[in-house]
């Protein structure tokens, strides 16, 4: 097969689809391996690099994605790459198509077939391609938003962990899947007060047994989110549904009752965002201020530390990307359901039933797809 890996264009993506390690399994497995130049920069790996693990460098993102029979990916296609795909060809990358419907109808207008990391299970119900990129985002939002706490920053001025005689900076985690763990599990280092609100049994006596005294674990609820961010100043947002928009659990209303210069993570924002006010930011302008309070809600948050967002990615995604390669997209996904599922669009179709119900297009099921 010709797989093709163009650069990453998002504004501040350094992440490249796959490490010169990755190729090189390819290369071994008898395909060809087309790199647009440049495109591993960002983790440290030059075109020379690449080509001694056996790729082409080619000088175009046109080039690759004209002769490519696979796209492998990092970010969703921006428009001017959505413009290149075509009928038949393979496009596998995170999209989170359900708070885009420009990108979904693009997608779906291409004829190609798109699979979504974000969206591929495993036999114990996890997200293995989404999880790696979730544990770098959990870990990063506790970086983030302490630096957004600063007073120059336009936060309060408070240091996490406080110090003798001052009290620790209160942070609440909207869930406690692998975003809000990894987020925990760095704010519970940095000696801040932590709070985690979750609603899955399974899942508070998980985090029970992993901080103990160290965390609270409360079972959310609409009201008590609303009590605890008055005296907070972080919040992570962390929820997930799989494939579909993250709901909306801050209001506008809600940030007046909240202290002016506490910060608010949304790392849901691929999703559309779990606050009301958030929108999505940049590495450039990553915050903003709405009603005194500070908003992290980059999208791309994995791509300030690009190599090792790149090499734990390629950890998850390189075991799929050689059975498309080996056995073309509709064989590998007719006798593996768990990346069946992350069919998202498919020839003209959309086959995602959350995305579907999310922007109100008519979906059909993978399976229909396959014959």
């Known amino acids: 097969m010709q797989i093709g890996v163009p650069k990453e264009i998002k504004n501040h993506e350094y992440r490249v689809g796959l490490t010169p390690e990755s190729v090189a399994e390819l290369v071994a497995d008898g395909h060809h391996l087309m790199l647009e130049t440049d495109a591993g920069l960002g983790i440290g790996a030059d075109d020379e690099i690449y080509r001694q693990h056996g790729a082409e460098i080619v000088m175009s993102a046109e080039e690759i994605f004209a002769r490519a029979d696979m796209i492998v990916k990092v970010k969703e ?3 001017s790459e959505r413009a290149l795909l075509r009928p038949g060809q393979i496009l596998y990358t995170y999209l989170h198509l359900a708070p885009d419907p420009a990108q979904t109808h693009d ?8 699979i979504a990391y ?3 299970t495993s036999a114990d119900g996890d997200l293995p391609l989404l999880k790696p990129m979730s544990q770098v985002a959990g870990r990063l939002s506790v970086q983030v938003g302490a630096a957004a706490l600063q007073k120059h920053a336009g936060g309060r001025g408070v240091l996490l962990g406080g110090v003798p005689g001052v009290a620790p ?7 406690g899947g692998d975003v809000g763990f990894n987020a925990a599990q760095m704010a519970v280092g940095l000696q801040a007060d932590v709070t985690i609100l979750e609603r899955s049994n399974s899942v508070m006596a998980r985090l029970n047994a992993q901080f103990g005294v160290t965390a609270k674990i409360i079972r959310s609820s609409p009201s008590l989110l609303s009590e605890l961010i008055k005296t907070a100043d972080m919040v992570i947002g962390a929820v997930l549904i799989p494939g579909a928009a993250a709901p909306k659990l801050i209001s506008r209303d809600m940030l007046k009752t909240m202290q002016t210069g506490s910060v608010l993570v949304d790392v849901a924002i691929d999703q559309g965002g779990c606050f009301e006010t958030s929108k999505p930011t940049t590495h450039d302008e990553p915050t903003y201020e709405v009603e005194g309070i500070v908003h992290y809600c980059v999208a791309n948050m994995p791509g300030a530390v690009a190599r090792t967002s790149t090499y734990a990615l390629n950890a998850a995604t390189l075991f799929h990307a050689k059975r498309i390669a080996r056995l073309g997209w509709k064989e590998a996904l007719a006798t593996d359901p768990h990346l069946r599922a992350g069919l998202n669009v498919c020839e003209g179709q959309l086959t995602y039933a959350a995305v579907g119900e999310a922007l109100g297009i008519t979906t059909v099921s993978p399976e229909q797809m396959l014959g």
């Not at 997608?107 to 798109?114: D, E, T």
């Not at 900076?169 to 869930?175: L, M, Y």
Request: hydrophobic share 50%.
């Open 77 to 79: 296609p921006q428009a």
């Open 107 to 114: 997608l779906i207008k291409s004829g190609a077939v798109c």
């Open 169 to 175: 900076a209160k942070v609440v985690i909207i869930g």
């Open 118 to 120: 974000e969206t591929v």
